[in-house]
């Protein structure tokens, strides 16, 4: 506690006697180019800082909004932390002039929709955090501005609509953390413009469908964590549209559908060399099916697939064997049919000729 009143004080009298005219809020230390203001109960921006200040910890204090320019005295700031806040509005421009971004971290706080003037001013931005917020949908506008961002994290919101293209102004994103959200179907279109995205995590939303070609813009894709949604079934097509070098892909705590179209899809997967499905023998697949019937491994559901397999190859071969049977005999009829007719035709021409 000491320590938070004497050393602001400390630095004002040092920068003072060096020449300077540096106020500090917060526990500034020039040294680190760093400012220290977290738990400070603080409500409202802006409060004094030094220009010098590079990294901004303004984490757990009771803000709610940030308005225009809030951080137009520190044009310097590299990290700017301010999470756990109370914050629902961010204004348009709160953050112009900070070209020097890196990181935004805005997690566990209130915001409910982003706008377009947010991104305003952050060309830099390499990270950017808004986990564990309250948006409910993903717009192309939302991050508009940023011409640098490598990774998001959207993770624990609500977020049930994904807009066509919404990421498409963030093209150089690597890293997505979609997951703990409320997603419901990938439409064909959501992800466009990731070409540089490696790293897609969507585990622990409700995913029941996938078009076929949401994933095909992912060409540099290199995992995809689907693991914990609701799906039953899936077209092989959709992973087969991943056009990258390798991409290792998490399926399991989804409901699967025992029958033999997904272990024909997963056969088939298996063979793709550049998928690798990581937890396949931990799949488990459900089946209300007499043959199914229960809890299996998909692995073990392919064991009764070949058993059907089996099954259908046996009453092929019966009824080939019918079919063909019953070809032969309706030839050999014919044969002595025409056989006889062949006679009464020769019979009937010799009578002609006879008479
Ligand atoms: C120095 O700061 C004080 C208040 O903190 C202000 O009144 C004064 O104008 C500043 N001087 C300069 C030269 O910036
Ligand atoms: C913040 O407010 C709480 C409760 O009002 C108080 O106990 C605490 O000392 C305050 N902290 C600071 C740094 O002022
Ligand atoms: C910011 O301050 C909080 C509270 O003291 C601390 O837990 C957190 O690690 C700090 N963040 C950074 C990036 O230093
Ligand atoms: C910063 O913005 C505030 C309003 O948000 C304004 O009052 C102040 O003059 C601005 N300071 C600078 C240095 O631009
Ligand atoms: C958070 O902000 C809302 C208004 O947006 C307000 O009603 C609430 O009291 C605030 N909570 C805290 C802990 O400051
Ligand atoms: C994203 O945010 C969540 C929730 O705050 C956190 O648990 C997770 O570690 C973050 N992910 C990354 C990759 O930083
Ligand atoms: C899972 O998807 C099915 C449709 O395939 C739907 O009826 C069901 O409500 C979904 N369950 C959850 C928990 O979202
Ligand atoms: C099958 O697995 C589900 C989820 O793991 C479980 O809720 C259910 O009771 C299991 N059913 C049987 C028949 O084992």
């Given at each position: 506690?000491?320590?938070f009143?004497v ?8 920068s003072i006697s060096m020449?300077?005219?540096?106020t500090?809020?917060?526990?500034c230390?020039?040294g680190?180019k760093?400012?220290y203001?977290?738990?400070?109960n ?5 409060i004094?800082l030094?220009?010098f200040?590079?990294t901004?910890?303004?984490s ?6 940030i ?6 005295t ?15 509005m961010?204004?348009?421009g ?6 020097g971004?890196?990181?935004l ?7 409910l929709?982003?706008?377009e003037?947010?991104s305003?001013?952050?060309s830099?931005?390499?990270?950017l ?5 309250r948006?409910t ?5 939302y991050?508009l501005?940023?011409?640098s ?5 959207l993770?624990?919101n ?9 990421f498409?102004?963030?093209s150089?994103l ?8 409320k997603?419901?179907?990938l ?8 070409r540089?995205?490696e790293?897609?995590?969507l585990?622990?939303?409700?995913i029941?469908s996938l078009d076929v070609?949401?994933?095909s813009?992912?060409?540099s894709?290199g995992?995809?964590d689907l693991t914990?949604n ?8 959709t992973?087969?549209s ?7 892909i ?6 699967w559908?025992?029958?033999?179209d ?6 088939k997967?298996c063979n ?6 990581d937890?396949y023998?931990?799949l488990?697949?459900y089946?209300f099916n007499d ?12 064991e009764?697939?070949?058993?059907e397999m ?10 080939v064997i019918?079919?063909v ?5 309706a ?6 049919k025409?056989?006889?007719k062949?006679w009464?035709?020769?019979g009937?021409v010799s009578?002609?000729s006879?008479?």
């Open positions: 506690m000491h320590l009143l050393l602001p004080l400390v630095l004002k009298v040092q020449g300077h005219n540096v500090c809020d917060c526990i230390h020039e680190f760093s400012a203001c977290s738990n400070n603080i409500t409202q921006l802006p004094a030094p220009p200040t590079e901004l910890n303004l757990h204090n009771h803000l709610n909004t308005p225009p320019r809030a951080f137009n520190t044009r310097k700031l590299h990290f700017l932390y301010l999470n756990d806040n109370n914050i629902s961010l204004a348009d709160a953050f112009f002039l900070l070209e971004l890196r990181w971290d805005l997690s566990r706080n209130q915001i929709s982003l706008s003037g947010f305003k001013g952050l830099s931005l390499q990270g955090s808004l986990a564990e917020n948006l949908s993903m717009d192309s506008s991050f501005h940023m011409d961002l490598q990774r998001l994290n993770s624990h609500s977020i049930h609509t994904i807009k066509m293209r919404a498409g102004s963030i150089t690597r890293q997505l953390q979609l997951d703990w959200n997603i419901t179907i439409n064909n279109g959501i992800f466009s413009m990731l540089n995205l790293d897609l995590n585990h622990h939303n409700q029941h070609g949401v994933l813009p992912l060409t894709l995992k995809l914990n609701n799906l039953s079934t899936i077209q092989f097509k992973f087969l991943l056009n990258t070098y390798s991409t290792h998490m399926l399991r705590g989804n409901p559908r025992c029958d033999c997904l272990q024909r899809v997963f056969q997967l793709v060399k550049r998928l690798f499905l937890d023998d931990s488990t697949c089946s043959e199914f019937n229960g809890n299996h491994t998909v692995f073990k559901a392919v009764l697939c070949v058993a089996v099954t259908v190859l046996v009453i092929t071969i019966t009824v019918t079919v049977a019953a070809i032969v005999m030839e050999k009829k014919r044969k002595k025409n056989k006889e062949h009464t035709e020769v009937e009578c002609g006879q008479d």
